[in-house]
Every structure is written in structure tokens, then in C-alpha cells.
């Protein structure tokens, strides 16, 4: 055990290593949750404080052959507002920590500044501080801070047996986008235009997981960074049950089944494990869904998409032509 690789452990080891950590250090009752959701979550009185930070580092995150500055920017805020917005939080402040080569262009770093600029202006955050440092790669650390008010929060741990379970959008796009822009055939076709930007200017869902929040009726939620088939494990796991999701209900894209028959691909694994989709999944009620379609609906004029339901404990199955069957982990994941 002592001379193990990070390769052995994976992903989720080294998360466990940390939660450890965690178990030995104070742990003061305002902390209302730690590690394990989408973000942490602090008793401020009337209202629970929302914290969450993501990294982003060229060559494992991002390439520069196919991202701009300003798309980077953007992306890098909006990976941590998705995880406000699984809560039903609202953001309010960040900082930035950042590592760049000697030789970035200073006309490079103003339009990275713009992309994040961009998409603050646009939830009306405040900047409140961060870090500045020489690095031989291109490296950001975005910390949010939301809130949210203590009978509208949003946690993993909540799903119940017969509930349903929902996704907002299309699963896959950003996974096929990324395949088209590795082999540089986004001009292939002009519906592969929408794959590239689902990954690279990723939208996060703040105005949907507040409309959520305020029906009062979900049960738990989490956004999809490393596809449903991890994803809704960790939501699965946290809330002690099980899950059948219907292949034939995934919302899959024209373009993306475009992208995958010129690819040799099978959507379906793109849907269930190419990640970074970061659109929120979520349960409810079965006799409350076609209720918050409608608000969703009248709210947002959003679609929302079953894809299954929840189940006693045990694992989470797919169902195909020859009956369930246990779907596999997959998803991004660190160190493997």
C-alpha cells in the first residue's frame, strides 16, 4: 500500500486519501457539508455559504491547438458555476489563481481576462482576489462563493426510491466536439459548429438550478463534468440507492449522431461517458416531473429530459434489447 501509484489508486483514492485528512482535522458544526457534493456548504445564519474550486491545466484539460484565450477564461469560470449551480446556489465573488510561461502573450492574457470578464458580467460576480505565478504550462484555479437559502439547497445525497430522473440537455456534445477538434473536422460539417462550442464555451446552468430550487421538489442533483455514468454513481452512492436509466430516452443530438457515424462511434458512449456536458441531472417525484417541466418550461422556455429512474440500493442498470444490465463506470477520471 505505501509504494502505490496515484495510477493505482485513481480518481477516487486519492479523494478518499483527502477525506481522511479531513476526518482528523476540526470539523466545527457550521459545516454543514465538506467534501463529497458539489461544493462546500457553511452555516452563515440565514443562508448556507456555497464554496467550490476547479483547475484547469494545459495538456491535460485544454490544448491551445484548438482553444483561444478567451474561450479558455470563460470555460475556466464556468466549470466552477456549474457546481453552484447543482446546489441551487447563486454565485457572488471569485478569485483566480493562475500559472503562465514567460513567454505568454500579453495581448493572449488580456483576451483570457475578456473570456472570464464575459461570463462574471453575466451573473454579476465580483472579482475578490487570487495568485499570480511563473509556470512552464498554462495553469488556472478558480475558487466561487455563492449562497443559497437553507430550504432551497441542492444536495447529492436526496434521490429516493421512484423518483425520476432528469437531465437539461443534450449528453454527448461536448465529448463528440472534442473528438471532431483532435482530428480537425469541425468544418465537416456545418451542425459540428454546436459540438465544438459545447466544449469549449461551456454554459453553466446558475438560472436553471435556482428554478429548480425554488419548486422545493427535487430531491438531489449534480452536474454532469464526467458523464451520467459516473456522475449519477456519486449521486447514487451519496443517497444510498440505485438507478435504470432508458437508452432510448438519452438525448442524444443530430450532431452528434452526425459526428459519430463519421467517427465510427456509438453516441451512446459518448452520452454515458464523454463528460464535461455540464448541464444538470437530477431527481424528483414521478407525480411531481410533468409539474416542473412546466415551470422549467414557463420559467426558462427550457426542455428537460427523463432518462430513468431511481431504484432500491444496489447498482445502476441500462436497459437494451436483451434487459437491464449493469453499466460500467466511466467518465473522466484523473490518474487512470
Known sequence: MKNDKLLDLGEQGVISLFESLSK????????????????AVLDRGDKYLLITTDTLIEGIHFEWRWFDPFQLGYKSLAVNLSDIAAMGGKASYFLISIGLPKKFL??????LIEGIKTLAKKYSL?????????????????????????????????????????????????????????????????LFSQLALAHLLSEP???????LANTKKVHAAIDISDGIAKDLR?????SGVGAKIHHDLLPISDACYE???????DPINWALGGGEDYCLLFTVPKDQAEDIEKTVSAALNRKLYMIGEIIEKGDIYIDT??????LK???????L
Open 24 to 39: 482528523e482535522l476540526p470539523f466545527p458544526p457550521q459545516i454543514v457539508k465538506g467534501i463529497g457534493d458539489d461544493a
Open 321 to 326: 434489447a436483451k434487459g437491464p444490465k449493469r
Open 126 to 190: 465580483s472579482l475578490i482576489g487570487g495568485d499570480t505565478v511563473e509556470s512552464p504550462k498554462t495553469i488556472i484555479n478558480i475558487t466561487v462563493i455563492g449562497q443559497v437559502e437553507k430550504d432551497k439547497i441542492l444536495l447529492r445525497s436526496g434521490a429516493k426510491v421512484g423518483d425520476a430522473i432528469f437531465v437539461s440537455g443534450h449528453l454527448g456534445d461536448a465529448a463528440a466536439g472534442l473528438a471532431l477538434l483532435k482530428k480537425g473536422l469541425i468544418s465537416q460539417n456545418p
Open 259 to 265: 459526428a459519430a457515424n463519421l467517427l465510427n462511434e
Open 205 to 211: 446552468e446558475l438560472l436553471l438550478g435556482q428554478c
Open 329 to 335: 463506470v466511466s467518465g473522466f477520471n484523473h490518474f
Open 234 to 238: 456519486l449521486l447514487c452512492e451519496a
Open 106 to 111: 500579453k495581448e493572449s492574457l488580456r483576451k
